[in-house]
Nanobody, 124 residues
Framework: QVQLVESGGGLVQAGGSLTLSCAAS????????MGWFRHTLGKEHEFVSA????????TYVDSVKGRFTISRDNAKNMVYLQMNSLKPDDTAVYYC?????????????????WGQGTQVTVSS
């Protein structure tokens, strides 16, 4: 079983920065692909970013490339999402996710574990 707990959300002005953290309770954390999704009312969950089990590979949705950086610390069972140059369109609930197999996916249904989410609000 994998439990994920996000933190670090909040209210920030456009152009500002936030760092989201995700603490994972899983003995097999270092073997998991980790990711971040976001959700706004009336829309589907949107894939934001993912990172391979060893941190050597990362992927991002086009809208955040160059602004967001995903990273992980396997010694601490932690995943991070550094978000810079935030825009009002980035406003959403952000979810930390984990996948038991090695493959990335942008489809939310294929991710096995989800945190409770943390709200990010970017004001204009």
């Amino acid at each position: 079983q994998v439990q994920l707990v996000e933190s670090g959300g909040g209210l920030v002005q456009a152009g500002g920065s936030l760092t989201l953290s995700c603490a994972a309770s899983a003995r097999t954390f270092s073997s998991l692909v980790m990711g971040w999704f976001r959700h706004t009312l009336g829309k589907e969950h949107e894939f934001v970013s993912a990172i391979s089990w060893d941190g050597s590979n990362t992927t991002y949705v086009d809208s955040v490339k160059g602004r967001f950086t995903i990273s992980r610390d396997n010694a601490k069972n932690m995943v991070y999402l550094q978000m810079n140059s935030l825009k009002p369109d980035d406003t959403a609930v952000y979810y930390c996710t984990a996948k038991a197999d090695k493959a990335y996916s942008t489809y939310s249904a294929l991710w096995n574990y989800w945190g409770q989410g943390t709200q990010v609000t970017v004001s204009s």
